[in-house]
């Protein structure tokens, strides 16, 4: 498998987020599971060690039947806030560094550096690349924006327009799949390319 230089994005892995967990008292001596529905792992047992101050999980690597069983230990830092009382940190078990986010990885928990772990979804990238040269295509035919409906400028060669069409058309339509199957997921009541317009694309 070809390694890019992110495997995952946040919202395809299983992660811990420090403030989250510590609202509901995860990090105050609890014992018990952690649930993540349809990622993987879909659930992990922790343990806080109040003594230590470490977060202990035991999970498995995957749900099927070659799954790793994985133990992952990580110290926990209280920072002192400006207003009083403390806010906690994980430091990452493999580069020591304070993080507010681990991934819930086949090696242990681990913080989005040295999982590789990005905020922007390797698809949504390619999704602005297909818009940014959709819009470049449409500029040349004189629209504004690459969803718009195509009409031949008057002083364009009609070849010249069949071909910027043609160029155009399967990227609309591999747009618009992208759209809709994210729109599937987020169950919005907006139409796709609202959304899109919305997002600043
Ligand atoms: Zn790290």
């Known amino acids: 498998m070809a390694v890019g230089r992110y495997v995952a994005s946040w919202d395809e892995v ?14 105050d001596g609890y014992v018990g599971t952690v649930d993540f529905d349809d990622l993987t792992p879909a659930k992990i047992h922790i343990e806080h060690d109040r003594e230590r101050d470490t977060i202990s999980a ?16 990580v110290h926990l830092e209280r920072c002192p806030c400006r207003f009083g009382g403390t806010r906690a940190f994980f430091r990452c078990p493999a580069c020591q560094r304070r993080t507010l986010r681990l991934a819930v990885l086949k090696r242990g928990m681990l913080c989005g550096t040295c999982g590789r772990i990005t905020w922007a979804s ?20 004189g629209m504004d924006y690459f969803a718009d409906p195509p009409k031949r400028p008057p002083h364009m060669r009609p070849e010249t327009y069949a071909r910027l069409l043609t160029e155009l058309q399967p990227i609309r339509a591999e747009i618009e799949r992208r759209v809709a199957r994210r729109m599937a997921k987020a169950k919005g009541p907006l139409g796709g390319l609202a959304t899109i317009v919305r997002w600043g694309l």
Request: proline share 2%.
């Open 58 to 73: 035991f999970y498995f690597s995957d749900n099927g039947k070659d799954a790793e069983p994985v133990r992952s230990t």
């Open 14 to 27: 299983a992660s811990l987020d420090c403030d989250h967990i510590a609202g509901w008292g995860a990090l």
């Open 122 to 141: 390797r698809r949504e990238t390619q999704t602005r690349r297909l818009i940014r040269k959709g819009n470049k295509i449409a500029a040349r035919m």
